[in-house]
């Protein structure tokens, strides 16, 4: 059985890459004799799927672009040979979450959507773990259209309950595939050393670079992001914590979370440095779950570092800029109380961001203990809903090998 995966191109969005993980070693686990066919961009977003899925039959066919005469044409030879094999797979699989909107551009929308609809004539096609849209003019109509012939899973209710507006007919229930246990989980302890991080000592804050989306005005972006620190830091509730800065998505480098990690900490006082541990490395995502599960909560402006802060049982106040914030969490989660809508020029430039997230901090430490007895009953309930998603997938590429 060759299975293509795609949508899992970089490595270093830890959100997606936990998706791709959970899916990966899922089927690898049912079903016998698969080969990943993988969009990986590069030989090291290879390895490192190897290494958090501990699957070794994954074949990269992203072939990258070069300028030298000789290696140009060693990787044409190399794209012929993966294109037929990529002909041949029997099953493709687009992991969501929520590339098919417009959030990113309409004319990379049209383009994908069209993609869809031509290979879907030839290819059995599944869309897991999706947000699919909100579409303005006709391309809700046109997105139901390309993608007829495709099977198609949200990750939440309320983009489910949206779709069936739409009168898609292929379209079924699902969570996002992050609510899962990362494989390698148990061999991430050490990362916590490697900072000298004490379970229950400190706050991560995950800062997302892509500030466009809350904001056009970047510094009014990070003199807030700097108060919500002061802020945690002056809290006498939270007098003996310290702060972690952590990135969730390193690449592509124009909304690397690092950039404004590294602008916070050029532009706070120098009087709370102490208490701050600013983190730059790459790691894996078993790592960076580690780190956000083991902390007393966190505040992020990436969802999936609110996912995983959830999935070891931990609050995580979400700064959110779209639907699936909303749906993921607010809904699928019941914990709208922890999302804030910030999408906003406003809240940013008249400094209510800052106060909203204070808000939010002084309402998880009155209230913590209920609180984890509340998330651990919907993490539970959501995981669950993740395997049987992914037992129907599984069911599905069974009846392919037997038909």
């Known amino acids: 059985m060759k299975i293509n995966i795609r949508h899992i191109s970089n490595t270093f969005n830890y959100g997606s890459f936990m998706m791709a993980i959970t899916l990966i070693e899922y089927i690898n686990l049912k079903v016998n004799d698969v080969k990943f066919y993988v969009d990986t961009f590069t030989a090291n977003d290879l390895e490192r799927l190897k290494k958090e899925t501990g699957v070794k039959s994954l074949i990269r066919y992203n072939i990258p672009n070069t300028n030298k005469f000789t290696k140009k044409c060693i990787n044409k030879l190399k794209k012929i040979k993966l294109n037929r094999m990529i002909k041949d797979t029997d099953i493709i699989i687009i992991i969501g979450g929520d590339d098919i909107s417009e959030y990113y551009g309409v004319k990379g929308l049209i383009k994908e959507l069209n993609k869809f609809k031509k290979e879907s004539l030839k290819k059995n096609i599944i869309l897991l773990g999706q947000t699919m849209g909100p579409f303005t003019d006709n391309r809700g109509q046109l997105a139901k259209e390309c993608l007829s ?195 906003n020029e406003q809240l940013w430039s008249n400094g209510e961001i800052s106060k909203l997230v204070d808000e939010k901090v002084n309402y998880i430490l009155e209230n913590y203990d209920e609180l984890i007895k509340k998330i651990d009953v919907k993490v539970l309930e959501t995981s669950r809903i993740v395997e049987e998603e992914l037992e129907d997938v599984v069911n599905q590429i069974k009846n392919r090998i037997t038909n």
């Open 149 to 343: 012939k495709t099977k198609v899973y949200t990750r939440d209710d309320k983009n489910f309950n949206y779709l069936c507006n739409l009168e898609f007919s292929n379209v079924k229930k699902g969570r996002d595939l992050a609510f899962a246990q990362l494989p390698m989980q148990y061999k991430a302890k050490h990362i916590l050393k490697k900072y000298n991080l004490i379970k229950d000592s400190y706050i991560t804050v995950v800062t997302s670079g892509l500030t466009k989306c809350y904001t056009d005005n970047l510094d009014a972006y990070l003199k807030e992001e700097i108060k919500i620190l002061e802020n945690i830091l002056v809290n006498k509730k939270l007098i003996d914590k310290k702060i972690v800065l952590l990135p969730h998505v390193l690449l592509p480098e124009h909304v690397d979370d690092r950039l404004i990690i590294k602008e916070i900490m050029k532009k706070i006082d120098n009087k709370f440095k102490d208490r701050i541990i600013d983190i730059y490395d790459e790691m894996l995502p078993s790592e960076a779950r580690e780190i956000l599960g083991n902390g007393l909560f966190t505040i992020t402006g990436r969802m999936h570092a609110a996912v995983s802060t959830f999935y070891m049982r931990k609050p995580a106040i979400s700064l959110s800029y779209s639907i699936k914030y909303s749906g993921v969490i607010g809904d699928g989660l019941d914990m709208n109380e922890l999302v804030i809508e910030s999408a």
